[in-house]
Every structure is written in structure tokens, then in C-alpha cells.
């Protein structure tokens, strides 16, 4: 890893969450003006403008600034910014991505203003503005869960990213692998140049990551990680990539009610998939 943070686990579970597609960049937050706490979130929605992606070294402070301002709450970094909070040299990111309760997400915003100076602006009622240490304001995202407890299942560890003892939360790198699977199944229509390639990059990324890893809580299995079994990303993918389906072996994970036959072919391991059940198709 580049960067080797230490980390800590928290509870595990599964949970579908969607993979943020790197290609695409999101509204202006950094760019609208930012209002009190105690002025109204809700205004009309601002234009969107295209955003620099934020350096490594940005992400790093935004993400150990977020873990000293949620320490007392649940939330979990997922997306791009989770990817490099990993390690991942070649990923980069235009916005921090984090997830928590529906019912927090008001709460925090005004916490987060009224301690730490994160901006908050009109039009955008699920965007924090958070700076770095060279004073500039970055987006952070906020996707909401609708109910606490399915929040808790979340499959999550602690990243000591900074200088002290604050760590953030992080969707563990199966979540992760979960969400660009499930990413594939919801946006597979989209006819961008890449677009198969670069989640295969991070798939790839991920999964070699988790074999080297070697914890527990980063073993890649069926629970934690249901979307891989919808046959919608499993035959794309291993179609496309075969050295995917040894890879995903290789870290942990064995289709519930499958046998798995493995063997050995021009430097990788490709997998058999025997199937014995029905595997339902997420919505």
C-alpha cells in the first residue's frame, strides 16, 4: 500500500451500495457560496461545473478531518476516496463520497459547521465544503441509508490517516468490490468510452490488494459482497477478464451452493464456476 495506514475493524454484514464511476463530475459544491448553519440548507439546485480531481495528499487530509469530526456518529467513506484511502496510486477523485443514516445527515452537516468550520451550501443540501491544509475546499457527498439498523451491518474498518489518533471509517475493500459490481448491474447501458475497463482496473486493484491484505475482515465472501453473484456482472466480467475469476478465488470468495474447480493456465488461476442454485438478479 502506499501510504500504509493502520486499521482497525468494525462490524460486517452485507449492504448494496452503488460504486461512484470515476468518469463523471458532480455538482459545484466547492464553487457555491456557503451558508451558516443557522441559515436554511434548501434553496434551489445550482448549476454543475466540472471540478480538478483532488490530490492524494488532499483526500488524505479531507478523510482525517472527516474522522476527527464524526468520531461520535456513523458514517463510512466509500467511492474513490475509499479506494485511495487503500493505497490506490492510480485512482484519483473529484469529491469525497461518504455514507451515513438518513436521519443523521442534517444533524451532521450542522455539527460539522459549527466545529470544524466545514462549509455548507444552497441548492446542495447533501454536500459539506472541507479544506485542506493549503486552505483549499473540496466537496464531500453525502449518500444516505434510509434505516440505522441497516446501516449497522455495514462491513467497515478504522484508518488511522493522519498525525494523531483520530481515525476515519472506511467501507472494507470487499464493500467496495461489491459496489463496483453492483455499479456494472444498475449502469451497464452506459455506452462511455472505458467505462468497462476502468471498474475492471479497480476490480483487479482490489482483489490482489485483499489477497496481500490477508485479515479477516478484508476476506472477500458472498455475504459481504452479494452483487458479484448476479450473473449480469459475473459472466460480463469473467467473460471479459478472465484472470478476474482466479483473482476472485484467490481472495476469498466461493459462490454459496457452488463447487469451484481451479487450474492453472498462462500465469493466472481460472475458475470454474459449477453452478448447483439459482442466483436471484438484484433490482
Request: net charge negative.
Amino acid at each position: 500500500m502506499a501510504s500504509s495506514p493502520s486499521q482497525t475493524s468494525e462490524q460486517s454484514g452485507s449492504q448494496s451500495l452503488r460504486y461512484n464511476t470515476p468518469s463523471k463530475p458532480h455538482g459545484s459544491g466547492a464553487n457555491a457560496a456557503p451558508e451558516s448553519p443557522a441559515e436554511s440548507y434548501l434553496h434551489a439546485p445550482s448549476p454543475s461545473f466540472p471540478r480538478p480531481d483532488i490530490s492524494p495528499a488532499s483526500t488524505y487530509q479531507i478523510l482525517h478531518r472527516l474522522g476527527s469530526t464524526f468520531s461520535h456518529v456513523q458514517y463510512a467513506v466509500c467511492g474513490d476516496a475509499a479506494l485511495i484511502a487503500y493505497g490506490h496510486g492510480s485512482r484519483s477523485a473529484s469529491h469525497v463520497t461518504i455514507i451515513c443514516p438518513a436521519y443523521a445527515q442534517e444533524v451532521m452537516k450542522a455539527w460539522a459547521a459549527a466545529t470544524s468550520g466545514m462549509l455548507n451550501y444552497p441548492g446542495e443540501s447533501d454536500t459539506l465544503g472541507v479544506s485542506d491544509e493549503e486552505g483549499q475546499v473540496w466537496p464531500v457527498k453525502m449518500r444516505t441509508m434510509a434505516f440505522e439498523r441497516s446501516f449497522e451491518t455495514l462491513p467497515t474498518v478504522s484508518l488511522c490517516l493522519g498525525d494523531d489518533s483520530s481515525s476515519t471509517t472506511i467501507l472494507t475493500m470487499p464493500a467496495l468490490v461489491n459496489e463496483i459490481a453492483l455499479s456494472y448491474v444498475v449502469d451497464r447501458h452506459i455506452e462511455e468510452e472505458g467505462f468497462l475497463d476502468e471498474l475492471a482496473v479497480d476490480l483487479v486493484w482490489l482483489l490482489q490488494s485483499i489477497i496481500e491484505d490477508g485479515s479477516p475482515e478484508q476476506t472477500l465472501n458472498a455475504q459481504d459482497a452479494p452483487a458479484i453473484s448476479n450473473p449480469i456482472f459475473w459472466y460480463d466480467f469473467t467473460d471479459a477478464y478472465p484472470e478476474l475469476a482466479g483473482l476472485f478465488y484467490d481472495a476469498g470468495y466461493r459462490p454459496e451452493g457452488s463447487e469451484v474447480d481451479v487450474s492453472q493456465d498462462k500465469g493466472f488461476e481460472e475458475v470454474t464456476v459449477i453452478a448447483t442454485m439459482e442466483i436471484p438478479i438484484l433490482e
